[in-house]
C-alpha cells in the first residue's frame, strides 16, 4: 500500500482565497487518517489536492516517496469515494464497479473477479444486476466504495461519505468501513466535519480550523491533551466546558476565581499558573469531570442551577449556570433533576485544562498536564 507526504502544501483559489494554508501530514503506510474541522475549513481542498482534482498552489505531495504534484489523477492509484456517491443511473450495480476497470482494458474474467469479490466483501452480490434507483442510501454508498476496492488503490479517500444517511445508518456505516480498513489493511483518508466520526474511526485526526492545521494525534491524544481551546472544544460531545476566571494567589496556594466561587488549583498546576496570578484565562473542564455532590461544604464545591434536563438513558447530560456563566455536565441517570434546583459540583481538578485568553493555547507543557 502507501505512504503519503504532504510538505507545507498550500491552495489559493482566485489569487486570494487561501484555502489551505501551509500544512504537513504524514499518512502512513495502512493508517486510517480522518481530517476533521468545521465547514470551510480547507479539508475536501487538501483531499482533492492529494486525488489530483485539484492544482497544488504550493508546497509538494508525495506518495511512496514519489513527487505527485504534476502527474495526472488517473496515474496516481488512488480511489476517492464522494459524498454523493456518483453512481452512473443508467448502468446496473455490477456496471457502475466494472466501469472504471473497462476503461483501462482489464480482461472480462479480471473485472467479473474483482467486481464479485468486492461484491461479496460488501455484502451486495445480490443487488449487482440493479439498477442505482432501486437500492437505498446505505446500499448505493456500499456500491460506491466498491467501485473504489475493485480498482485496487494505494490509497483510498473519503470525502463525507456518510454524510447523507440517516443517524442510524451512518453509525453502522462507520463500524462497515472500520472494519473495512482493517480487512483491506489499506491506507485510507477520510474527510468530515463529524468529530464523532473522527474520533470513532481514526488512527490519527488532523483538526483544521480556517485552513490550517490546530492539531494532529491520536484520538485520545486530542481528547486528553488538546493544544489549544479550539481543539479542546472541537473534540467531545457535549464540549468542554470553559470558563472565564482570574487567577489569585490565596494562602501560599493558586487558586481561580469565577465571581460566584474559587477553586483550588491542582499542585501540579500551580507552579505554571502562578505567572498568570491578577489575570484572566479560560478553564477548561470536561461535562464528565463535573462530579455530583452531596455535600456542599466539601472542598472545590460550586453550586450550579440547573436549566435544562436531557435524560438520555445511559446518562444524563443537565444544562446548569454559575451565576454569569452557563456549564454542562454529564451525571449518572441516578435520580430525577428538576429545572432551578441548586446542585453542588465538584470538578475533577486534576483533569482540568487551562488556556490563555489572548493566544488561546493550552498553558501546560504535555507532560506535566498527564
Ligand atoms: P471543507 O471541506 O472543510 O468544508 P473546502 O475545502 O471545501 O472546506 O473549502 C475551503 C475554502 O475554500 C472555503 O472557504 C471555500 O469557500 C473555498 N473554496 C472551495 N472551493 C473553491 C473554489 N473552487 N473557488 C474558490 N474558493 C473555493
Same mark, same amino acid.
Given at each position: 500500500m502507501a505512504k503519503v507526504e504532504l510538505k507545507g502544501i498550500s491552495k489559493v483559489y482566485d489569487g486570494?482565497?487561501?484555502?489551505?494554508?501551509n500544512v504537513d501530514i504524514v499518512v502512513n503506510d495502512k493508517e486510517f487518517v480522518v481530517f476533521v474541522g468545521p465547514?470551510?475549513?480547507?479539508k475536501s481542498t487538501t483531499l482533492r489536492m492529494i486525488a489530483g482534482l485539484e492544482d497544488i498552489t504550493e508546497g509538494e505531495l508525495l506518495i511512496d516517496g514519489e513527487l505527485m504534484n504534476d502527474v495526472p489523477p488517473k496515474d496516481r492509484n488512488i480511489a476517492m469515494v464522494f459524498q454523493n456517491y456518483a453512481l452512473y443511473p443508467h448502468m446496473t450495480v455490477y456496471e457502475n464497479m466494472a466501469f472504471g476497470l473497462r476503461i483501462k482494458k482489464f480482461s472480462k474474467d479480471e473485472i467479473n473477479s474483482r467486481v464479485h469479490e468486492a461484491a461479496r466483501i460488501l455484502d451486495i452480490e445480490k443487488f $449487482?444486476?440493479?439498477?442505482?434507483?432501486? $437500492?437505498s442510501g446505505g446500499q448505493r454508498q456500499r456500491v460506491a466504495v466498491g467501485r473504489a476496492i475493485v480498482r485496487y488503490p494505494k490509497v483510498f479517500l473519503f470525502d463525507e461519505p456518510l454524510s447523507n444517511l440517516d443517524a442510524k445508518l451512518r453509525v453502522q456505516m462507520r463500524a462497515e468501513i472500520s472494519r473495512l480498513h482493517h480487512r483491506l489493511d489499506a491506507t485510507m483518508i477520510y474527510v468530515t466535519h463529524d468529530q464523532v466520526e473522527a474520533m470513532t474511526m481514526a488512527d490519527k485526526i488532523v483538526v483544521y480550523k480556517d485552513g490550517k492545521i490546530q492539531q494532529t494525534g491520536s484520538p485520545l491524544q486530542l481528547y486528553n491533551y488538546p493544544e489549544n481551546k479550539f481543539v479542546a472544544g472541537f473534540i467531545g460531545s457535549p464540549p468542554m466546558n470553559f470558563l472565564t476566571v482570574t487567577v489569585l494567589e490565596e494562602d501560599g496556594g493558586i487558586v481561580i476565581d469565577e465571581g460566584g466561587f474559587r477553586l483550588t488549583v491542582d499542585a501540579k498546576y500551580a507552579e505554571h499558573l502562578k505567572k498568570y496570578v491578577g489575570k484572566e484565562l479560560f478553564f477548561g473542564i470536561r461535562p464528565e469531570d463535573l462530579l455530583l455532590s452531596a455535600?456542599?461544604?466539601?472542598?472545590?464545591s460550586i453550586p450550579l442551577t440547573v436549566s435544562v434536563v436531557e435524560p438520555l438513558g445511559a446518562d444524563t447530560t443537565l444544562w446548569l449556570n454559575t451565576k454569569t456563566q452557563t456549564m454542562v455536565a454529564r451525571t449518572e441517570p441516578s435520580r430525577n433533576f428538576s429545572v432551578d434546583e441548586t446542585l453542588h459540583f465538584v470538578p475533577r481538578m486534576e483533569k482540568a485544562r487551562y488556556f490563555d485568553k489572548e493566544t488561546e493555547l493550552a498553558i501546560l507543557p504535555r507532560e506535566v498536564s498527564g
Open positions: 486570494v482565497v487561501r484555502a489551505v494554508d465547514s470551510g475549513c480547507g $449487482l444486476e440493479r439498477k442505482p434507483k432501486a $437500492l455535600d456542599a461544604e466539601a472542598a472545590n
